[in-house]
């Protein structure tokens, strides 16, 4: 459905993703997302274009890449936000010095996620940290760059978490031209 260039408030809409995008591109846990800290994505007063963040789980460091539009919905955020390169992307609402929790963070997804007519019970932080993956994945279906930019140690959890089966094999078989 288009949307008439006459109408004053087509200029205000926003993507669906606006907010979403960070979240998306660094394909990091919910609970590494809140706690990002300014100057690990920021760098002499830019968005960096890659950023490298321990994860909590694994205790390994995992790098990822920041798009143009999840940079500049970060930096509109930031300059909202101000702070220092020692405070968190996202403070929590009840301390300014410490990082939003994690079910902050996941009450703001579901909201995000309803308003955009989706369920909240099928989608939700997990479904963020997947969706890129997932793409990277179909497109030429290489499994061991997915592993690598979800920091996992194995290739079996990777092939688990993206619930690659049989079918996904033969698809990326009868692709493939010898």
Known sequence: MGHSSLDPAVEDLRPWNEGFDFAIDSKLRGCDVVKVRIGDIVVGGRIRDRAIMVQQKTKRPVQFELVDPAR?????????????LNDFVFPSRNDYMAHMSTR????????????????????????????????????PGNLRAVQILLGHAKIESTVRYLGVDVEDALELSERTEV
């Open 104 to 139: 902050q963070y996941a009450r703001l997804v579901r909201e995000w996620i309803t308003g955009i007519g989706l369920h909240a019970e099928k989608y939700g932080t997990r479904s963020l940290r997947r969706t890129k993956a997932s793409i990277i994945y179909k497109a």
């Open 72 to 84: 500049k919905t970060l930096l509109a955020w930031l300059e909202r936000r101000g702070g220092g």
